[in-house]
Each structure stands twice: as C-alpha cells, then as structure tokens.
Nanobody
Framework: QVQLVESGGGLVQAGGSLRLSCAASGRTFSSYDMGWFRQAPGKEREFVAAITWNSNQFYADSVKGRFTISRDNAKSTVYLQMNSLKPEDTAAYYC?????????????????WGQGTQVTVSS
C-alpha cells in the first residue's frame, strides 16, 4: 500500500513558477513509476508528466520545455517544477504511482493516487 500526499499548489500570476511535491509512504518508492496528472473543471483528467523508477522522464506536449519532473528516492518524494505558467495550466494536480506501468500516459494504469493540490494561474 502506498499513500501519496501532494503539496505546493497555490495562486500565481501568468509567467510565474510553482513547485509541486508528492510525498509517498512505503519502503518501495524507488521501484515505483510516478506520474502527475491534472484536471480542470468540466474536463477529463489528463497526463502532465511521468518519471520511471530509473528516472526516465516523459511530458505532455503542452508542458514540454516549461515543466520538469524529478524524484528524490531518499525522501520518497517526486517533484513537478512548473515554470512560465499559463492560465490554461489552472487545474487540480494529482500525483499517481504504480510499478511496471506499461503506458505512463494512461491514468487507468496507476493504482495509487493522492488527494490533489490546486494550481490557479491568473492572467
């Protein structure tokens, strides 16, 4: 069982930055693939970024070059550094985890989810 707790959301002006954190419980964090997803009001939850257990990184086209995902296995934490934020980045951001995820962009392949943290970008 893995518990995930996100933090770091907030209100920021367009062009600003935020860093989200996702702290995981459990002893096997280093073996998990980790993903960030987001959901705006009235829209489906969508893939943002993912990092494999061995630190390969993947990004949605909409955030590539602006967002960076990283992990610190010693702290059992995954981060999402978000720069050059846009109003369209406004959403609840969710952290997800599982092992051996075949398609990191598919939210249905993740077993464990956090409660989400809200990011609001004002224009």
């Amino acid at each position: 069982q893995v518990q995930l707790v996100e933090s770091g959301g907030g209100l920021v002006q367009a062009g600003g930055s935020l860093r989200l954190s996702c702290a995981a419980s459990g002893r096997t964090f280093s073996s998990y693939d980790m993903g960030w997803f987001r959901q705006a009001p009235g829209k489906e939850r969508e893939f943002v970024a993912a990092i494999t257990w061995n630190s390969n990184q993947f990004y949605a086209d909409s955030v590539k070059g602006r967002f960076t995902i990283s992990r610190d296995n010693a702290k059992s934490t995954v981060y999402l550094q978000m720069n050059s934020l846009k109003p369209e980045d406004t959403a609840a951001y969710y952290c997800a985890a599982d092992s051996g995820v075949i398609n990191l962009r598919n939210l249905r392949l993740y077993t464990y989810w956090g409660q989400g943290t809200q990011v609001t970008v004002s224009s």
